[in-house]
Nanobody, 125 residues
Framework: QVQLVESGGGLVQAGGSLRLSCAAS????????TAWFRQAPGKEREAVAR????????YYADSVKGRVTISKHSTQNTVYLQMNSLKPEDTAVYYC??????????????????WGQGTQVTVAS
């Protein structure tokens, strides 16, 4: 089983930046994609971005395109989410998820079978 640990969350002013990290350990074989989701209070968990380890293909939610970049460390099993021009509506708990290459739609929580514990991002207006 793979373990995912997120870090990098915190409190930031609107317009600021944060970089989240997701470190994978344990049995990573069979996991070929990593995604970030977020969940605000009272709302459903929604996809933010995903990166495919093979080929580096990336996917972004429309709400974050142009402000967010997902990337993977070249040698380590760590995925980053660089978030710029943050808005109060970006406030949420951010979760890292991992899954197989062709497990389903990139934006569906059902595509991923490993999840981290989440890290809080709060954007003050």
């Amino acid at each position: 089983q793979v373990q995912l640990v997120e870090s990098g969350g915190g409190l930031v002013q609107a317009g600021g930046s944060l970089r989240l990290s997701c470190a994978a350990s344990g049995r990573t074989s069979g996991y070929y994609v990593t995604a970030w989701f977020r969940q605000a209070p009272g709302k459903e968990r929604e996809a933010v971005a995903r990166i495919d380890w093979n080929g580096g293909f990336t996917y972004y939610a429309d709400s974050v395109k142009g402000r967010v970049t997902i990337s993977k460390h070249s040698t380590q099993n760590t995925v980053y989410l660089q978030m710029n021009s943050l808005k109060p509506e970006d406030t949420a708990v951010y979760y890292c998820a991992a899954g197989p290459q062709y497990g389903g739609p990139w934006y569906s929580t059902n595509t991923y079978d490993a999840w981290g514990q989440g890290t809080q991002v709060t954007v003050a207006s």
